[in-house]
């Protein structure tokens, strides 16, 4: 039976039902031919979810659950994502920086996969049903965190910088920020709010990595136009437009993070797949080229910014 927290929010509907089901993508990714990432726990935490067609899809054939998601090529995608969000804070990471947060952590496991450099704290920001769930599931399974894991029950759209603080989070210390499948759902407003606070909480060599929509418009128009997507059983069906990616004009997240002090640039879906040497992005898969990743070194973030301290 699946999962529902207790505070009203569950990884199977909504949006969490898009987290259970991009780990579920993982899984299937690391049993590629080729496989960019290698995601040991994704099927453990699907099925402690518990949503019986994606479990069945974790234990398919490559080919069999390809066509099962929402999206053509979707195993590609979160492939690359979830390859760039990993080099990125591997990389930022050996430079020394020991002091992680994850962003809307929902089923991620790199606090148990990645291998952390000694003292490193990885604080996973999420609703406490969501973090609940994956302890649970790693601690039954007896899997260990190779790092310092601090799980921070907050609601990306409030108050989360108090709970961060509150857990011992150092806003002197440098920090690497991961906000992977995190913007595109939050109001646009809420955007903006979130990336004042990482840089109102950011000391000089801090880093931060994100995905973003540049179109939401049309990014949602071509989701629910998908044939793969209006297939899908009723119990799966996601209503796009009400999920937080719903107002525009979307936020430059670069420039945002530019104006604040950040030096930000940002990554097409078209060059990680040819980074990769994947199949090109044909035209029908227009979707992805309106999601924009963005990494970030903070040199002099102005901490003014909602600061609050």
């Not at 973090?131 to 921070?152: C, F, N, S, W, Y």
């Not at 990769?276 to 990494?295: C, G, M, N, T, W």
Request: with cysteine.
């Amino acid at each position: 039976m699946p999962v529902n927290g207790g505070d009203g929010w569950d990884l199977a509907s909504g949006v969490g039902l898009t987290a259970t089901e991009a780990a579920a993508a993982r899984a299937v990714a690391g049993r590629q031919p080729v496989a960019l990432i290698n995601d040991p726990y994704a099927q453990l935490l699907v099925r402690a979810v518990g949503v019986e067609f994606l479990v069945d899809l974790t234990e398919m054939s490559v080919e069999e659950a390809e066509s099962g998601f929402a999206l053509p090529r979707l195993v590609d995608w979160v492939a690359v994502r979830t390859r760039f969000f990993d080099d990125f804070l591997s990389a930022a990471t050996e430079t020394g920086i020991t002091q992680v947060v994850i962003l809307g952590a929902g089923l991620d496991s790199r606090a148990y996969r990645l291998d952390w450099a000694p003292q490193t704290v990885v604080y996973e920001v999420d609703r406490p049903a969501v973090l609940d769930l994956k302890t649970a599931a790693m601690e039954g399974a007896g899997v260990q965190a190779h790092a310092v894991r601090i799980p921070t029950a907050a609601d990306l759209a409030a108050d989360w910088k108090r709970s961060l603080l509150a857990g011992g989070f150092d806003p002197e210390s440098p920090t690497v920020w991961c906000a992977e499948g995190v913007l595109p759902y939050l109001p646009q407003t809420a955007v903006a709010a979130l990336l004042d606070t990482i840089s109102s909480l950011s000391a000089v060599g801090s880093r931060l990595a994100a995905d973003s929509v540049i179109d939401i418009e049309g990014l949602v128009a071509q989701i629910a136009a998908s044939p793969s997507f209006d297939s899908r059983p009723s119990e799966l069906q996601v209503d796009i437009g009400g999920i937080g990616v719903k107002s525009s004009p979307c936020v430059d997240v670069a420039g945002h993070l530019r104006r604040r002090g950040w030096e930000a640039k940002g990554v097409d879906a078209s060059d990680l797949f040819e980074l990769h040497e994947l199949a090109p992005l044909a035209d029908s898969l227009a979707l992805y080229q309106r999601i924009r990743l963005v990494k970030a070194s903070a040199w002099s973030p102005k901490r003014s910014v909602n600061q609050g301290r």
